[in-house]
């Protein structure tokens, strides 16, 4: 007879699955800990750099969010007085300056700068990739770039002069002479070509770059279908060109936008506000003005400004089917 009596057996029989499982928690936890390892030794060598982004980038730019919103002479701390939006509504009511003409001084002179940079660029860039010494050639154009700003807008600035060079070859070509940084019409054009001629020398060496990429397959190709130069460039080297030319775009544009110390230089944003552009302008509200308010929100709405031409600018590439 069986034992009613006998004890049960309660002890539980493992199969292989729950083994495996098993396994594999443990596997898991020992995989893990070298990762988390891993990691904390990564964020102890990135922290260096996180603390210098933290205190020169994250740390003003929430100062000046603050200051944006907020009446302050740039002295006593305490003396911050909160009025809102104030100061974004002051820069556009009626009888401001700042949309126009200096925002839009600031958009003429970014745009201007792209297309004589962009168009100037581009044709030296081909040229300079079918002549013998391109590396001289790009060096001779890069010069401009490691030249200080105030040394080539005190130049130009002599060129303008009535007596300067410009107006020589003007007056050799039977022209008369023309008051280039004194005539409100002209002033802005002029710093223009300047800004433009300065900043052609990193377009070029990108831009060379970019064509050094087409392969020489796709111009072969071309020349045994009779295509002409003209065919070849607008068919062939531009449409292949494009990632160059949009980050070339981009960045000229962003400069243009941000620019001050060629102006401070040259014309001081005049004469009158023929000149004055958004960057000028934050300058003079925040150490001349002391109104640091005023500045830190003309500061933000030039930061929509760049932000929202960028992705236009993104965009209609995007649209062309160019992967950006």
């Not at 740039?74 to 939006?85: A, T």
């Amino acid at each position: 007879m069986v034992n009613a009596l006998a004890p049960e057996t309660t002890e539980r029989v493992h199969s292989p699955r729950d083994a495996g499982s098993t396994g594999s928690t443990v596997d898991g936890r020992r995989r893990t800990r070298p990762r988390r390892r891993q990691a904390v030794v990564a964020y102890l060598f990135l922290a260096p750099t996180l603390l210098f982004f933290a205190v020169f980038l994250i740390l003003p730019l929430g100062f000046a969010l603050l200051l944006s919103m907020s009446r302050w002479a740039g002295f006593d701390l305490g003396d911050i007085d909160p009025v809102g939006l104030d100061n974004f509504t002051d820069l556009f009511v009626d009888g401001s300056t700042f949309l126009a003409p200096i925002l839009t001084n600031t958009l003429l002179f970014a745009l201007g700068t792209v297309a004589l940079a962009l168009a100037g660029s581009v044709l030296v860039a081909n040229c300079i990739d079918k002549l013998r010494f391109q590396g001289l050639w790009r060096t001779l154009y890069f010069l401009p770039i490691v030249t200080t700003v105030v040394a080539i807008g005190n130049v130009w600035k002599y060129m303008y002069e009535p007596g300067g060079l410009v107006n020589g070859v003007l007056n050799a070509l039977g022209l008369g002479s023309v008051a280039f940084l004194q005539d409100p019409d002209t002033a802005l054009p002029a710093v223009v070509v300047v800004q433009a001629w300065a900043s052609v020398g990193t377009a070029i060496l990108i831009l060379t770059a970019g064509l050094k990429s087409i392969p020489e397959s796709y111009y072969e190709a071309a020349a045994l279908d009779g295509a002409g130069p003209v065919t070849v460039f607008w068919k062939i080297t531009l449409p292949l060109l494009r990632p160059s030319l949009l980050f070339v775009c981009i960045t000229q544009f962003i400069t243009g936008l941000q620019s001050f110390a060629l102006i401070i230089v040259m014309t001081k944003g005049g004469p009158g506000d023929a000149t004055n552009v958004a960057a000028l302008e934050m300058y003079r509200q925040a150490f001349s003005y002391g109104d640091w308010g005023t500045a830190s929100a003309a500061a933000f709405v030039l930061f929509v400004v760049v932000l929202v031409v960028t992705l236009v600018q993104l965009w209609i590439f995007r649209r062309k089917g160019e992967d950006t």
